[in-house]
T-cell receptor, first 111, second 115 residues
Framework: KNQVEQSPQSLIILEGKNCTLQ??????????LRWYKQDTGRGPVSLTI?????NTKSNGRYTATLDADTKQSSLHITASQLSDSASYIC??????????FGDGTTLTVKP | NAGVMQNPRHLVRRRGQEARLRCSPV?????VYWYRQLPEEGLKFMVY????????ESGMPKERFSAEFPKEGPSILRIQQVVRGDSAAYFC?????????????FGPGTRLLVL
């Protein structure tokens, strides 16, 4: 069964600090992995998308990494801002069939 | 640059009434996905439609729920005889060709409250 597990479930950090969110998956055969940001009360917005051959991809202060061998991904946020407070969702797509969504990590950035 | 539009944004229904949620995909996208998000939970897939066809409805409850995406007009998610447990945010997403590798573009959601 395809599964996506995210950790931690929630995280509180101070503004300006860095943090790393984790995503482990068992989706097979793997095609790509995406990280979405979902602000409270809004729909998810895509941050990064990585295929099998990509190890790292950045989008501003967001850097995603992928280890296809261990089936793990991380999303690193640098110099956090209050506007980074949101839920971060890891989505893994197989080469055939539908995508599997993680339950998300809720990040709270405090001043 | 119109993204995915959903309406209404908020919907209140009493138990037993019907709820109709509408989704207009990104212009040119012919693939639509509906997701449900219960309070404090993640997104759960419900149904995937292409114009005039239901491709995958494996996440949609067999009773009371139906979805359509007609040739003309928005996609509709219909919930008959709503119950309190249907209270949730319902998100619609669209993509150009429906390939699993594509990014899905999400709408702002419809928040359904069943009294």
């Amino acid at each position: 069964k395809n599964q996506v597990e995210q950790s931690p479930q929630s995280l509180i950090i101070l503004e300006g600090k860095n943090c790393t969110l984790q995503c482990n998956y068992t989706v097979s055969p793997f095609s790509n992995l995406r990280w979405y940001k979902q602000d409270t009360g809004r729909g998810p917005v895509s941050l990064t998308i990585m295929t099998f051959s990509e190890n790292t991809k950045s989008n501003g202060r967001y850097t995603a990494t992928l280890d296809a061998d261990t089936k793990q991904s991380s999303l690193h946020i640098t110099a956090s801002q209050l506007s980074d407070s949101a839920s971060y969702i890891c989505v893994v797509s197989p080469s055939r069939g539908k995508s599997t969504f993680g339950d998300g990590t809720t990040l709270t950035v405090k001043p | 640059n119109a993204g995915v539009m959903q309406n209404p944004r908020h919907l209140v229904r009493r138990r037993g009434q019907e709820a109709r949620l509408r989704c207009s995909p990104v212009k040119g996208h012919s693939h639509v996905y509906w997701y449900r998000q219960l309070p404090e939970e993640g997104l759960k897939f419900m149904v995937y439609l292409q114009k005039e066809n239901i491709i995958d409805e494996s996440g949609m409850p067999k009773e009371r729920f139906s979805a359509e995406f007609p040739k003309e007009g928005p996609s509709i998610l219909r919930i008959q005889q709503v119950v309190r447990g249907d209270s949730a945010a319902y998100f619609c997403a669209s993509s150009p060709t429906g390939v699993a590798q594509e990014t899905q573009y999400f709408g702002p959601g419809t928040r359904l409250l069943v009294l």
